[in-house]
């Protein structure tokens, strides 16, 4: 049993820490023939990296990833594909603080509780810079989803509590995030630097939509679907919430006005978000995350040392001050992975 892997079938094992050499990650159960190479990898890890501008961590990580095996002639051959990506600005000694004394908000005192011993160089196993691991795996997966016609997209809907409304921020999805919408962004923009010179962080929400999902992915019972993608985004950090469809609005909603009515032609509407009970119905799978605040502040916190005892914590290092948009492909790659995974049990279990 290991807490390093994820999925059943199409499984994502991940290694490595944000002060160590490097990390990397092995999937296995990948089927074979699938158009692969490490620019298709690289172009979701670009999206994901630090140095994204305004907001994101100074870090400077050109996060290259290096194919290890499994992949021949640009093409999966059905073993293992393995992959590293080494860390090149560590910079460890401004952590030296934190060997001490807990983050609040971070992992920091539930990992010591836990394990008795604590990497503190950059949270270690605990950093966001694990998931550089995830958007590999999940290009991985992507790559097998665009042969089977699904497609995921990823993209932020609400950042500092300024929602973008009405504003299509899907048809962006693909534009370099302070690009994305001349009408929002300039807005979300002030928000980051006020919170920023008040040497604070902030949160907000991304929406997930994958199309071409066909009907009949997921079990009735303990792993439905909607339950294996609520479990795949909350294990990524600084995610607080979930939701499938018309989500907790659909606890203020009458049955009548939440259940989509089945015509002739199809679904009349899609508050369900594609999944009833715990299996696709071949809509848009439609999904939203809640992120919260980047818990590494610059603001004087008060917290505890290693000996339970009091104490002021100015934290330094270089931190994002909001997880967006640099969790955005994380969030893509973790549905692409759960949608790969229940395709392929779907596979084993097809009606003929
Ligand atoms: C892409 C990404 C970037 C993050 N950047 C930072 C950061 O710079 N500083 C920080 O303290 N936390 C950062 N976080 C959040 C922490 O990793 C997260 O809050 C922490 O692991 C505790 O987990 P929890 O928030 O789920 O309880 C980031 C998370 C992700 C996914
Ligand atoms: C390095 C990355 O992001 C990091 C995520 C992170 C955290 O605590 O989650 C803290 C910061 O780094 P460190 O671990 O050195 O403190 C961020 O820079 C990355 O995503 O590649």
Redesign the pocket.
Same mark, same amino acid.
């Given at each position: 049993m290991s807490g390093n892997t994820f999925g059943r079938v199409f499984r994502l094992t991940t290694f490595g820490e !944000?002060?160590g050499p490097g990390l990397g990650g092995v999937v296995d159960g990948c089927p074979a023939g699938i158009a692969l190479d490490e620019d298709v990898i690289q172009h979701e890890l670009d999206r @994901?990296? /630090?140095g994204q501008g305004l907001g994101t961590?100074s #870090?400077s990580?050109s996060?290259r990833v290096r194919i290890l095996s499994g992949v021949y002639q640009g093409r999966t051959t059905g073993t293992s594909i393995g992959f590293s990506i080494p860390n090149e600005d560590? @910079?460890s000694r401004d952590?030296g603080r934190l060997e001490t004394v807990y983050r609040p908000g971070?992992a920091d005192f539930t990992y010591q509780a836990k394990y008795g011993i604590r990497d503190h @160089?950059?949270?270690g196993r605990? !950093?966001? @810079?694990e998931?550089?691991c995830r958007v590999a795996g999940g290009a991985i997966a992507g790559a097998l989803l665009a042969t089977m016609g699904i497609a995921v997209t990823a993209y932020t809907v609400e950042l500092g509590g300024i929602a973008a409304g009405s504003v299509d921020m899907e048809a962006a999805a693909n534009r370099p995030f302070f690009a994305a919408n001349r009408d929002v962004v300039p807005l979300w923009e002030e928000r980051i630097k006020a919170v920023r010179d008040a040497s604070d962080t902030l949160g907000g929400v991304v929406e997930i939509v994958a199309r071409g999902v066909p009907a009949g992915l997921g079990e009735p019972v303990l792993d439905k679907l909607d339950a294996r993608l609520a479990f795949a985004l909350m294990g990524v950090? &600084?995610i607080k919430g979930v939701e499938i469809g018309s989500g907790f609005q659909a606890a203020r909603m009458l049955g009548s006005e939440n259940n989509d009515p089945i015509l002739a032609q199809g679904f009349a509407s899609n508050n369900a978000g594609g999944i009833l009970g715990g299996i696709s119905t071949g809509q848009t799978v439609l999904i939203r995350a809640s992120v919260k605040p980047? /818990?590494?502040i610059a603001k004087p916190q008060t917290t505890i040392d290693t000996q339970g005892r009091e104490q002021e914590l100015r934290i330094g290092?270089?931190?994002?001050i909001c &997880?967006i948009p #640099?969790i955005v492909p994380v969030l893509k790659a973790m549905v692409c992975l759960t949608l790969a995974d229940m395709l392929l049990l779907q596979r084993m279990q097809q009606h003929p």
């Open positions: !944000s002060h @994901r990296k /630090p961590t #870090r990580e996060d560590q @910079r952590y971070h @160089r950059g949270g605990s !950093s966001g @810079r998931t550089v950090g &600084a980047i /818990p590494s290092g270089r931190h994002d &997880a #640099r």
